[in-house]
């Protein structure tokens, strides 16, 4: 079976992709490999930050592995926070995180925004991007206790209800982070 090191210090992610790829692959965790480094990100798009995460897998252990950089885009907010979603207010609280969302949109009746994970893959010395979009809307305020980060104030288009009130199963169904990790199922089924 194929075995990847997944470098992300994100449990929730961990969990989200191990459910996604339903035991096709075996994906390590950074804890796996005895890796409690805090792996910078200091890019200004996903994709060079996902890479900078699975470029320092090999550099620093020699191991193949994939990262995932993600993050929330609303359009009325010129598409911020962005890459700077996990620490939008300053800080990684994300109840401070989402408040600061819900108050920079206030009443603005453009609530468009997307969902964006792009997932940068090691292996055999080659780099490869696969990417994943889900569109939605903002809600006005939270709802649902599932999931993690921003998925409380999401709702996907073509439902009525945030990530957050959706089971593991619904979310990982369609979510941003299922359509860029099947990519990445179909490239190394296809190896
Ligand atoms: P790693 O870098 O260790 O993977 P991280 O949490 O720092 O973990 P990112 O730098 O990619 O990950 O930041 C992504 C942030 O975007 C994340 O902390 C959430 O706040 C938000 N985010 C990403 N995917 C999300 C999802 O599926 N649902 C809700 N929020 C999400």
């Known amino acids: 079976m194929i075995e990847l090191v997944f470098a992300t210090n994100n449990k929730n992610k961990l969990d989200e992709v191990r459910a996604i790829v339903d035991g096709r692959f075996f994906i390590k965790s950074l804890e796996d490999i005895g890796c409690y480094d805090d792996i910078p990100e200091t890019g200004d798009t996903f994709e060079e930050n996902a890479k900078q995460k699975s470029d320092y897998l090999f550099r620093h252990f020699q191991l193949d592995s994939f990262a995932d950089d993600s993050g929330l885009e609303v359009e009325s907010l ?38 964006r994970t792009v997932i940068s893959l090691y292996l055999n010395k080659e780099q490869h991007f696969f ?61």
């Open 78 to 115: 010129k598409n911020e926070p962005g890459v700077y979603s996990a620490r939008y207010s300053g800080t990684r609280n994300m109840e401070d995180n989402i408040d600061l969302l819900l108050e920079k949109l206030g009443d603005n009746a453009n609530r468009k925004a997307c969902f």
């Open 131 to 191: 990417e994943g979009v889900i569109y939605g809307e903002i809600t006005h305020e939270r709802k649902g206790a599932e999931g993690f980060g921003y998925d409380p104030v999401f709702v996907p288009n073509g439902y009525d209800k945030t990530f957050a009130e959706m089971s593991a199963t619904e979310k990982n169904d369609i979510s941003h982070r299922a359509i860029a990790t099947r990519k990445l199922g179909k490239y190394l089924l296809s190896l």
